[in-house]
């Protein structure tokens, strides 16, 4: 069984470029959400997708968007990006949308904006 | 608005000396209080879920509880390899949304 995977592990943009990081699910599960976490700060939800439709979103710009495949993997995108968007980016897959479901982390993409 | 309060910030232990870090929440409806572990530059690695009150679960040296209002996590004799920040989550919404707080880092020196 694999766990969630993640790429690229690093990148580095500069402001106004977009970006888009990939994430595989952890094999038997269909919801990923992803999460910006910046330095010292804990995961803040961006948005959650279940069986390829956006289930949930937290308080980010709509320049932060995303996709579900078929087979569950995802993407986000982020357009437009600006500094403050230098952060670690974390998926998470989870089965279904039970409440109160653990969630399994990837190991990240550290994307740099300068 | 949910919110996940976690202290202290920042703990430094000797080897073997016990200690409790907490997570007081606030939250309409808990779904479910999630314990996570976070080494530097990876993602957070699942520990426990408690659903309700009074509940308690346990894992080699770490045991986790949970009342209406915080949750306690309990080290016993910790090792340097304990040394992590811990993070503490609850989940409240229809979705899996989930609230993080900022987490504790545990030091734990030989």
């Known amino acids: 069984e694999t766990g969630v995977t993640q790429s690229p592990t690093h990148l580095i943009k500069t402001r106004g470029q977009q970006v888009t990081l990939r994430c595989s699910s952890q094999?038997?599960?269909?919801?990923v959400s992803w999460y910006q976490q910046a330095l010292g700060q804990g995961p803040q939800f961006i948005f959650q997708?279940?069986?390829?439709?956006?289930?949930g979103r937290g308080n980010f710009p709509p320049r932060f968007s995303g996709l579900q495949f078929p087979n569950y993997s995802s993407e986000l995108n982020v357009n437009a990006l600006e500094l403050d968007d230098s952060a670690l980016y974390l998926c998470?897959?989870?089965?279904?949308?039970?409440?109160?479901?653990?969630?399994?982390f990837g190991p990240g993409t550290r994307l740099t904006v300068l | 608005e949910d919110q996940v309060t976690q202290s202290p910030e920042a703990l430094r232990l000797q080897e073997g000396e016990s200690s409790s870090l907490n997570c007081s929440y606030t939250?309409?409806?808990?779904?479910?209080l999630f314990w996570y572990r976070q080494d530097p530059g990876k993602g957070p690695e699942f520990l426990f879920t408690?659903?309700?009150a009074g509940e308690e679960k346990e894992k080699e040296r770490l045991k986790a509880t949970l009342t209406k209002k915080e949750s306690f996590l309990h080290i016993t004799a910790p090792k340097p390899e304990d040394s992590a920040t811990y993070l503490c989550?609850?989940?409240?919404?229809?979705?899996?949304?989930?609230?993080f707080g900022i987490g504790t880092k545990l030091q734990v020196i030989p």
């Open positions: 998470a897959s989870s089965s279904g949308t039970h409440l109160g479901n653990e969630q399994f």
């Open positions: 094999s038997g599960h269909n919801t």
């Open positions: 997708y279940y069986r390829e439709e956006e289930n």
């Open positions: 939250v309409s409806g808990l779904r479910g």
């Open positions: 408690l659903y309700s």
């Open positions: 989550a609850v989940n409240s919404g229809g979705y899996q949304k989930v609230t």
